[in-house]
């Protein structure tokens, strides 16, 4: 190997490093883009159950009796 080919062959294996490692952080990418997307999705959903527990427990209330005024059982 002559000196002139070591420095392509270096640069070859370079390129072939940097692809690689440009590969793997695509796929990393790529896995945490759908993982950010399932979790907006599921605060979603739980914010839809949030606010129908809200509105239930708001209703509940207003539909509650007011405290009576009898005697507690130990008179």
């Known amino acids: 190997m002559s000196s002139f080919e070591q420095p392509d062959q270096e640069f070859g294996e370079r390129i ?4 690689m ?3 793997f952080q695509d796929d990393t990418i790529e896995t945490l883009n759908q993982t950010i997307t399932a979790q907006w999705r599921e605060i979603d959903a ?4 949030i606010a129908l527990l809200v509105e239930r427990l708001e209703d509940a209330q207003d539909n509650a009796e007011g405290p009576r005024n009898e005697r507690p059982p130990h008179y």
């Open 16 to 19: 072939d490093r940097l692809e």
């Open 21 to 23: 490692r440009l590969t």
């Open 46 to 49: 739980l914010k839809r159950q």
